[in-house]
Structures are given as C-alpha cells and as structure tokens.
C-alpha cells in the first residue's frame, strides 16, 4: 500500500528542506555583506525551513527502512519534493523587502525552480543581492534537480519514452559509469565545472563577478533569470553573448555526455543521435532566423548575432533575451513558438517535448507508412543502433498526446482570465517548456508577468510544474488507482 511509504517520503522531503535551508545562508551572507535588510529575513528563513525539515526528519527517522524505492513511491516523492520545495523557496521572496504576495511570490519561485525564467519581478538592476542571488540559485537547483531526475527516476517510471535511457544508470550497463552513485558524481562534477568555466569565462569577457555568477548559474540550467531588467541585452557585449551561447548549448546537451566524453573523446558526440539531430536543429533554426531577418532589412553581421543569441535562448528553452524579438514579424514570431515545443536533450537541464521524443516520434511515422506499403514485412524502429519496443513508442506518443491536450486546456483557461490569443499561447507554450518570456504584447521579451491576473499566474504556474515533471509523473498520482494500489 502506497500509504505504508508516505513516512518515507515525508522523511525524505524533510531532508531536502534541510539541504534547502544550507543553500540559503550563501544570500543571507551576500545581503549581510552589504547591509541589507534581507540578511535578517534569510536568517529567518533559514530558522522556519531547516526546523521543519529537521522535525520532518526526526519524527519519521523510522521510515527510513521502507527506502526501496517502487514505482509508486517514485512518482509521490517526485511530486511531493517540487511542490514542498517551491513552497518553502516562496519564503524568502514573500517576506523579503520586495513586499510580493503570496502568489507573486510563489509565481517566481516554481519559475525559478522550472527553469522557466519567467518573472513578475521589475528593478532588478537595484534589487538587493541576495534576492538576486536566491533566483539564480533556484535556477541552478532547479537545473540539477531535473537532471538527477531524468537519469535516475524517469527511466524507472517508463515516463514518455525515458526508459531509453535507463542503461545509463544500471548496474548491468557497459557504459563507463555504470552505477547510479558513480554517475551522479560525474554528473554532478560536470554541472559545477560548467558553471565555473561559464562563470571564469564571463568575468574575463568584463562581466563583473557577481553578475558572471549568476549568469552562469541561470545559462547552464538553461534557467534565464538574469539581475537586469534588459536581461543580458544591458551588457551589449559580443564576447558575452557568445560565451553565454555556448553555455546555454552546453546545458541544452546529456550531463552524462561530458563525464563519458573525458572516457570515450569525441567519438561519444559523433555517436549520439540525440546530440547530433539537436545541433543541426540549432544550426538550421539560427540559419533560418538569420535569412529572414537579413530580408527585412537588418545588417548581415546584426542579425546574426541577434539571431544566434536569442534562438539559441528559446530552443534551449533558457529564456536569455539580447533583444525585443517579438517585433521582429509575423514569422518570426510563429517559428519561435514552434521552437518552444523542441526543446534540449534528455538528460540536459532544457525543457520541452525533447529532441529524442521527436525522433521516435518520426521514426514511428515512417514505419509506419512503410508498413503500409509492405503490410507483410517486419519493420522495426532502431535509435542507438538498439530496437525501440512497441512500448517505448506507445509511450512517446502517449506524452506527446498529454502534452498537446494539456497545451491547448491551459490556453483556453488562460485566455478566459482576459489573455490575448498569442501572449495565452505563448504563455504556456513557454511555462511547460521552461522557455522564459512569451510572445505577445502582454508577456514578450520587452515586459513581464506583473500584468497577468492572479488566476492567469496559478494556471502559468501549473503548465510550468506539469512540463517539468514531465506531465505522466503528475498525472498518475492523481489516478484514483494510484492510492488504491
């Protein structure tokens, strides 16, 4: 019964509120080193979520025998953890000087956490610190947290299609780092040596230090939240946006690809299909962007730096802007929204439907036509030069179907608050990819949220959570057979 694993997972939460209270004294210590306010706000939050994380703990240290993890356990405690840890991370923001509401608070938070990028937030350039520091940080935990569950739990849970990667954590697995702990660590090591290289990078192309640091943190969680409110188009930098390009690339692509490159060289990019499909959406995606711009008039050199730099923000689904693109045309604005539903590569810390859903996905349509052709012969569906079961594309194809019906659900929700057709949209086209600003007059690249209804924001909110957590995980614990099981 899954009620007999509910202490367990309550003794787990309580952990990661402990964990979330450490991560909180690195903005009490910045804000205090500056005289703010805040520093004494932190200080108390650090008090109310480590307390409740250790009274959590202690009260259901017992449970921790029932550890064996099954697959209802897996998705309560997935979806326990993000909606504890978005609370608690609220507490902050709510009691800060900023004085938001519970709601606005909570919006910025999940967006954080969601490496969405998404803000109500204006005044950043003056904003104490720390409360910059804490958004950045929510990006960066937000990033590794979808990591650790992508490679870790999603395989486990046969959630869209992610079984395909469960060799990359099994015990039985002939890759280089073949056990669960042993890959978490490269993976871990990667993630904290990308953002140092990003963070180093950046202070020398003239970014201060704490700004590089922040940056670095949002662009290789593909998170986007940035400390100015021209986001990184304040800096009007090349050697930035480049630098800052690479990084959002970098964290569009499998963490476990940099702990098996340093074993396998190049010959692991060359190999990967996934990576491989994803460069050379990028590369025809900037390409493209490039040409039409150029054709409504743009200098050749600007538009493509423009270009780069903010399609390379949305299909890594980050949410960096240089610019305003949403005046850049009617098309533009359409291939932009096509590429918020691309997305990164499994196992990055992108959004989106994912690059490999999308291979299946057309794999599956060709054996199929093929199929039809030649209603006798075998046809079977290869990725990584292994067969995909019937099962695997079932799942893909039920994700993308969950996927679409919820998309088109939480528009029309969010066009009844008051939402113009294109800012609903785009609204939640970006919230469950993670993509940061939407596209229409109301939520583009030049404004923010603050102006959406405080229903519109709930209903944001949720497409955020639900792409996150890759929709199925959400799902079946709502199923009335989940608790009866």
Request: charged share 10%.
């Amino acid at each position: 019964m899954i009620s007999r694993r509910l202490g367990f997972i309550v003794y787990i939460n309580g952990l990661f509120l402990i964990a979330l209270s450490a991560v909180m004294v690195l903005p009490m210590l910045v804000d205090y080193g500056s005289n703010n306010q805040d520093a004494g706000n932190f200080l108390a939050c650090i008090v109310l979520v480590g307390g409740t994380g250790g009274f959590l703990v202690a009260g259901f240290r017992k449970t921790e025998r029932e550890r064996i993890v099954d697959r209802r356990t897996g998705y309560l405690l997935t979806v326990s953890a993000w909606l504890s840890i978005s609370f608690f991370g609220s507490l902050p923001l709510l009691i800060s000087s900023l004085n938001l509401s519970f709601t606005d608070a909570m919006f910025e938070t999940v967006s954080g956490l969601a490496t969405a990028g998404s803000t109500i937030l204006t005044g950043l350039d003056t904003m104490p610190p720390g409360l910059l520091l804490w958004r950045s940080l929510l990006n960066w935990i937000g990033g590794i947290g979808i990591v650790g569950m992508a490679l870790a739990v999603l395989p486990m849970l046969n959630v869209g299609g992610m079984q395909l990667f469960r060799s990359e954590s099994s015990d039985v697995s002939g890759k280089p780092f073949p056990r669960v702990a042993e890959m978490a660590r490269a993976v871990g090591s990667a993630y904290v040596g990308l953002t140092a290289l990003s963070a180093f990078s950046l202070i020398a192309a003239g970014m201060s230090p704490f700004d590089a640091v922040n940056h670095a943190m949002a662009a290789i969680a593909t998170g986007g939240f940035s400390t100015k409110d021209a986001s990184v188009g304040f800096f009007d930098s090349v050697p930035i946006e480049c630098i800052l390009t690479a990084s959002m690339i970098a964290g569009a692509l499998p963490l476990s690809f940099y702990a098996n490159f340093f074993v396998s060289g190049h010959r692991v990019l060359l190999e990967d299909q996934q990576i491989s499909a994803f460069l050379k959406i990028w590369a025809v995606a900037v390409g493209a962007m490039v040409v039409w711009n150029v054709f409504q008039g743009m200098e050749p050199y600007h538009a493509l730096r423009v270009s780069t730099f903010n399609v390379t923000s949305i299909l890594t689904d980050t949410g960096f802007a240089s610019t305003d693109f949403s005046t850049w045309g009617s098309f533009a604005t359409g291939f932009f929204l096509m590429l918020y539903f691309v997305g990164g590569c499994a196992g990055s810390t992108s959004g989106g439907v994912k690059v490999f859903r999308w291979q299946l996905l057309f794999a599956g349509a060709l054996r199929h036509l093929r199929q039809t052709l030649s209603p006798n012969r075998v046809q079977v569906v290869h990725y990584q030069h292994q067969a995909v079961e019937n099962e695997t594309l079932s799942a893909v194809r039920t994700f993308l179907f969950l996927y679409i019906i919820t998309y088109v659900v939480l528009t029309l929700l969010v066009m009844a608050t008051g939402l113009d057709l294109l800012s609903a949209m785009s609204s939640i086209a970006q919230a469950m990819a993670g993509a940061g600003p939407g596209l229409g007059p109301e939520v583009g690249p030049a404004t923010t949220f603050a102006g959406v209804s405080t229903t519109a924001k709930w209903i944001i909110m949720s497409g955020m959570l639900l792409g996150r957590l890759e929709l199925v995980t959400v799902y079946v614990v709502l199923l009335p057979e989940f608790w009866r099981g």
